[in-house]
T-cell receptor, first 114, second 115 residues
């Protein structure tokens, strides 16, 4: 089954404790991205990657890091989480690099930073 | 920069009523793509439709229909004979044609359908 998976689905942590949210897709998609969803703000892009070893900032990259060492994986790293990073996070992937293509979203990771 | 506005924060209807969710977008590009996603209470994002800027034909899929009007920069979504299972947050989104283009989302409309 074609899908995007994320782990963990739920995470409660404390300020400053480094964490990684994993994302994996099995569709051989070149383009992957991370979004965060906050009430009243919709979804905003954090980082994206157009292929292996090619990443760039989205609209709200501060406090996040990413890497793309393999085509299927695109982990999101919070080196020193803060309460303002409490949010619902979605990983997405799409075929090719054009805006026409539908983005497939993972199930979401709900992160709480105390 | 592009922008998507969903002015309706929350809508409540009684089952079997028709409901229209509004979406207004802004972009200077002539080639762009519009999307609607549904987010049910379980939280996942479900793709509903994609429309490109050169295709203004309205689309109907079962009880769902979409009205794309470039003259008013709108891409409205109508649910006919709403059902309780339609209760969800609905997002309208815009993407440009570029290789690195992202989805720019509206703030979403929460639809509550009651019996």
């Amino acid at each position: 089954e074609a899908q995007v998976t994320q782990n963990p689905r739920y995470l409660i942590t404390v300020t400053g404790k480094k964490l990684t949210v994993t994302c994996s897709q099995n569709m051989n998609h070149e383009y992957m991205s991370w979004y965060r969803q906050d009430p009243g703000l919709g979804l905003r892009q954090i980082y994206y990657s157009m292929n292996v070893e090619v990443t760039d900032k989205g609209d709200v990259p501060e406090g996040y890091k990413v890497s793309r060492k393999e085509k299927r994986n695109f982990p999101l790293i919070l080196e020193s989480p803060s309460p303002n990073q409490t949010s619902l996070y979605f990983c997405a992937s799409r075929l090719g690099q054009g805006g026409y293509n539908e983005q497939f979203f993972g199930p979401g990771t709900r992160l709480t930073v105390l | 920069a592009q922008k998507v506005t969903q002015a309706q924060t929350e809508i409540s209807v009684v089952e079997k009523e028709d409901v229209t969710l509004d979406c207004v977008y802004e972009t200077r590009d002539t080639t762009y793509y519009l999307f609607w996603y549904k987010q049910p209470p379980s939280g996942e994002l479900v793709f509903l439709i994609r429309r490109n800027s050169f295709d203004e034909q309205n689309e109907i899929s079962g009880r769902y229909s979409w009205n794309f009007q470039k003259s008013t920069s709108s891409f409205n979504f109508t649910i006919t004979a709403s059902q309780v299972v339609d209760s969800a947050v609905y997002f309208c989104a815009l993407s440009l044609a570029g290789t690195a283009s992202k989805l720019t989302f509206g703030t979403g409309t929460r639809l509550q359908v009651t019996l």
